[in-house]
Nanobody
């Protein structure tokens, strides 16, 4: 079983920056990739960014590309999302997810989420 805990959410002003963290833990932890998703009220869950665990290759959703940076610390099993120049459309609950490949392809473990509010 894998546990994911997000932190760092809160209120940020339009144009400032915020860093989200996600810590993965659990027995027999196996990570192929980790990702951030977000969901705003009344909207569907949206892909934000992902990172391959071994090589560190990153992928970004169109809405955040060029503004957000996704990194990881392999030894600590941590993933970070640097949110630069957030705007009100970036507000929502941010979830981290793990693709462990223990249950087939796809993200099979999810955190509880951390709320991000952007004020103008």
């Amino acid at each position: 079983q894998v546990q994911l805990v997000e932190s760092g959410g809160g209120s940020v002003q339009d144009g400032d920056s915020l860093i989200l963290s996600c810590e993965a833990s659990g027995r027999a932890l196996s990570i192929t990739a980790m990702a951030w998703f977000r969901q705003a009220p009344g909207k569907e869950r949206e892909f934000v960014a992902s990172i391959r665990w071994s090589g560190g290759m990153t992928y970004y959703g169109h809405a955040v590309k060029g503004r957000f940076t996704n990194t990881r610390h392999k030894v600590k099993n941590m993933m970070y999302l640097q949110m630069n120049s957030p705007n009100p459309e970036d507000a929502g609950v941010y979830y981290c997810a793990v693709d462990s490949r223990q249950n087939g392809a796809g993200y099979d473990y999810w955190g509880q989420g951390t709320q991000v509010t952007v004020t103008s």
